[in-house]
């Protein structure tokens, strides 16, 4: 039993960094080949439409979280018949969602393209761009559940080769379009179509892979949802609190400082969001597992799948966070494109990476297994609390000093909830003291980490940087500060993995 929940965790982890690194890389690439295809008003509506898309998230209720802990739960119980009302009601219920909301697309639609105020040259293009579009994202909404289906019966693996194969299948034909002068709402179409291919290939794996699953109109039952209504609720708000956190400094800089100041920030954060993404692709993997011990009461395995995870992540964030301490400047100027930067980017940058560094420590791999394990309520306090702290010290301070008052405001609250909110929420589920938790995650990795500190001294001494250095020599320097971490990973994988 270990050993496969063990496999499903590190296959699904390792998915989704080549899944990550392929987005990076196709979606600079289409930046670029759109940027220099389309006029400034056909890239502005192009921007708009995509991030109207990212925000549908908002519209999900919680139900996606709720179907992948519903299918760990369900499946693991093989509880065939309480899954299949479950999902058969989501399923339909969302159905209606996608038309009403296309509906409501129908009735908008003058108003929005004037509102944007569309040239008259355009309005052709971008009235059957708006249909595409909208069709597309009514579509998505019953489909985007069989994703989480999938995730949940630990076959996040598969939703990420098929959105691999749609990065590959989307930037090839972005550029076969944009090289032969393909119309706007075609290449709209294209980004649509690619988007969805995913979701219609999990359903047709979702039947393979549970052939006992029935999702009929006639299993619907609106009683069956109710009993995971207050989950739905509350992993909603905790992903509204998440938004919050992440996403409303630049709507306070932009009222309080003017929107050119979110530019200053825009240059400090970006690192931070790098840091992230390279270091917490492991953590979308554990709610599944998560959902699937807590199904089996398998309290100990949830304990080993704790520690092993935040030990790992330990073992990487730390010397990450003194790599990118050490080459921050230079890191901001490369993926910028500044020639210099200013104090209050390299100020904004330095906190915003310590926040995230902290969250990693404290809070990446709890708040993933908690919320899948019965405990999302006092979970939701704590972000709750984040989340109004964050937004209230970020406004008070942006009055007082300016943009990197908004950074602090950002690190002050996820620093004190982090560790003295999550860290012992996490104890008391764990049922440890703090020592036996400081001795399993971060103690255990002091001779790695150090190690990694006394090469990264060497390296800044001994191979000191130019003035404008390319992201590659950077990451050349990096290699060697690593080499520590990854021998220790190798010899004491048992303890890791």
Known sequence: MAKHWKFNLWRNTLTNYLRVLLRMVTGLVMFRLLYQHFSEEQFGYWSLLWSVFGMTVLLDFGMGSTAQRE????????????????????????????????????LAKPFFLNVIHVSPENDASFTKAYWIFFGALAVSFPLGLFPEMLAGAQ?????????????????ALIYAGVTHGWSLETL???????????NLVAVFVVRRLLPELRLKPSLYDFKSVKGVLSFSVIAYIITLTNIIITKTDQAVISAILGVAVVAVYQAGYKVAEVYSIGTQQMQRA??????????????????ELLVKTARLTSLIAIPGYALAMAYLEPLICQVTGLQAIGLATYFVAQFLLLYTFS???TSSCSKQVLVMSGWERPLLKLSVTEALLNLGLSIVLAYKFGVVGVAVGTLVPGVLIGWFGIVPLTLKFMKIPLKTWTQEVYTSVLRPVGAAFVVLAAVVWLWPIGRQPSLISIF??????????????????????
């Open 359 to 361: 969250f990693l420590m």
């Open 188 to 198: 709209v179409l294209v980004g649509v179509a690619t988007s969805l291919g995913p």
């Open 155 to 171: 076959r996040l693996d598969l939703v990420n080769w098929t959105m691999i194969i749609s990065y590959v299948i989307n930037v």
């Open 71 to 106: 299918t760990a739960y369900c499946s693991a119980k093989e509880d065939w018949k309480t899954l299949s009302r479950l999902m058969s009601t989501m399923i339909w219920t969302f159905t209606l969602v996608g038309g009403v909301i296309l509906l409501l697309c129908f």
């Open 286 to 303: 554990l709610s599944p597992t998560a959902a699937h011990l807590k199904a089996r009461e398998d309290h100990t395995a949830l304990n």
């Open 476 to 497: 050349f320097r990096g290699v060697p500060v690593m080499v520590p971490v990854g021998i220790f990973a190798y010899r004491n994988r048992k303890i890791l993995f």
